[in-house]
């Protein structure tokens, strides 16, 4: 899970822009309100509330501020994730609670805590809808992490070199350091009439 310095840092680094500045970004933040009416269509399930859905993607990306079409895709993927993880918690809440009305007179005279472990023990032994509940939250949870972690690095790529436009495909810089000469057509050759790309077999030496 992402440290508490790196999501200050994502809040500070927030703060600091003001929006698409170049024409392709502006192009894509313009096309967000159709995008995220789709999303929400996707995810919310009848009886959810659709603006409590657009309310947390509207901070995530006030928040995020993406600038590029990848950007804004992840951070769709982290409230669709953080929008999952709440409606499991609220199905084990009202599976709980469920269960809890169920219970026979003489599970009244106990605490709330002593009947929610009853409930919670009736439940885990008729079925795995409890384990399943909890496995789904888990997987969520992971979604969005693995989400944010992407994002931050495809944003300190694009801070760091500032040539790169949104939208254009960022290149590794350690990949371009570490391939061998030979695959380069601009390095030079031991044999001048060699092509580029090829092997010079190794001089058999007295």
Not at 4 to 21: L, Y
Not at 39 to 65: C, D, Y
Not at 178 to 200: K, V, Y
Request: with cysteine.
């Amino acid at each position: 899970m992402s440290s508490q310095r790196r999501i200050d840092a994502s809040r500070i680094n927030g703060a600091k822009s003001r929006g698409p500045i170049t024409a392709r970004g502006k192009a894509n933040a313009s096309g967000n309100a159709t995008t995220h009416g789709f999303l929400s269509k996707t995810i919310v399930m009848e009886g959810e509330s659709a603006q409590l859905f657009a309310a947390l993607l509207a901070t995530m990306r006030e928040e995020m501020q993406p600038q590029t079409s990848i950007e804004e895709s992840l951070v769709e993927n982290m409230a669709a994730c953080r929008w999952r993880q709440r409606r499991v918690l609220s199905m084990e809440t009202a599976n709980l609670t469920h269960e809890i009305r169920r219970q026979d007179s003489g599970a009244a005279e106990q605490n709330a805590p002593t009947r929610a472990v009853m409930a919670f023990t009736s439940l885990t032994a008729r079925s795995r809808a409890m384990d399943l509940l909890s496995r789904y939250e888990t997987r969520y949870d992971r979604q969005f992490c693995r989400a944010f972690d992407r994002f931050l690095a495809f944003k300190s790529a694009r801070i760091v070199d500032s040539s790169i436009e949104p939208g254009k495909p960022l290149k590794s810089k350690r990949n371009e350091e570490a391939a061998p000469s030979f695959l380069n057509p601009d390095e030079p050759r031991l044999n001048p009439t060699q092509p580029a790309g090829t092997l010079t077999e190794p001089r058999e030496t007295a």
